[in-house]
């Protein structure tokens, strides 16, 4: 019985650290992060909108089904190594497809994504870029979850300012 629940705490405890693998990013010195929760989202529809316009009845449709979106990024070159390390074993882990990588002006980026209830929806959107942005050396991590529209999400992510934003809108126009 011993052995069962020592399998199961060690079992836990490595899905567990996986799941938390870029949250314990978000208060590191040197690491610029951002946390949008399903709570702004929802905040976000209730602003008074022309839901009459079928451009603004989609963008609505698209934040009422996130859950959130984090993003991680630094120029330190040890955690840009550990964050390398950690998305490395997140992807070895997790049930995410590869959609595409491409190499832009001196960044590497790689995207995937979890299949969500069709083929125009998916689950999360992962993507890491990892390369040289305005001169210096940088990793972004950007973590999207929901209940996702791959048409829309480049749009949202350029709205929002996420560092990244560009390859993903590359990446919308291409669906």
């Not at 992060?33 to 839901?51: E, P, Y």
């Not at 069709?118 to 992962?126: I, L």
């Amino acid at each position: 019985m011993k052995k069962l629940v020592l399998i199961i705490a060690v079992l836990l405890s490595t899905y567990v650290s996986t799941a938390q693998n870029f949250d314990k990013y978000e208060n590191m010195k040197d690491v610029k992060s951002m946390v949008v929760t399903s709570k702004m989202f929802k905040l976000l529809t209730k602003i008074d909108l022309d839901s009459n316009d079928p451009e603004t009845q989609q963008y609505i449709d698209l934040i009422e089904n996130l859950d959130n979106i984090k993003v991680f990024a630094t120029e330190s070159q040890s955690l840009r190594s550990q964050m390398k390390a950690d998305v490395t074993s997140y992807l070895s882990s997790s049930s995410l497809d590869e959609l595409m990588r491409f190499n832009d002006d001196g960044k590497s980026v790689k995207l995937y994504s979890k299949p969500g209830k069709n083929s125009d929806y998916v689950k999360e959107v992962f993507m890491f870029i990892d390369g040289i942005e305005d001169g210096k050396p940088m990793s972004v991590v950007v973590q999207i979850k929901g209940d996702l529209s791959l048409k829309q999400i480049g749009r949202l992510a350029e709205d929002l300012n996420i560092t990244g934003a560009d390859q993903l809108k590359k990446v919308s126009k291409s669906k």
